[in-house]
């Protein structure tokens, strides 16, 4: 039995190429924020600071950040998620 979700690309809500926000929590380290923006930059070679949202929790322990990743198709998506999920300063990926 094949239960694999491929959604073919004429059924998706995304529409590609597009700048796609992803949340990812860490610790609030500066060697967090510089990493994802190293491992963004993996997938979007002009991705800087300028497309990360900030938010820290309120005791201040983590980092919240949105990143805005441009993506050309469903396969880069995953294979971004992929790569955050994997991560170990990477707590939650949303």
């Known amino acids: 039995m094949d239960f694999s979700c491929e959604i073919p690309p004429e059924q998706s809500l995304i529409q590609y190429p597009c700048r796609f926000p992803i949340k990812v ?13 190293a491992l963004a930059q993996g997938f979007e070679h002009s991705f800087n600071e300028s497309h990360i949202e900030q938010r820290p929790s309120r ?15 469903r396969e880069q998506l995953d294979e971004v998620y992929r790569a955050l999920t994997k991560h170990p300063l990477v707590k939650y990926v949303l």
């Open 59 to 73: 005791a201040g322990n983590y980092m919240g950040l949105t990143l805005s990743i441009e993506v050309h198709n």
């Open 25 to 37: 929590m860490g610790a609030n380290t500066a060697e967090f924020i510089s990493t994802m923006t």
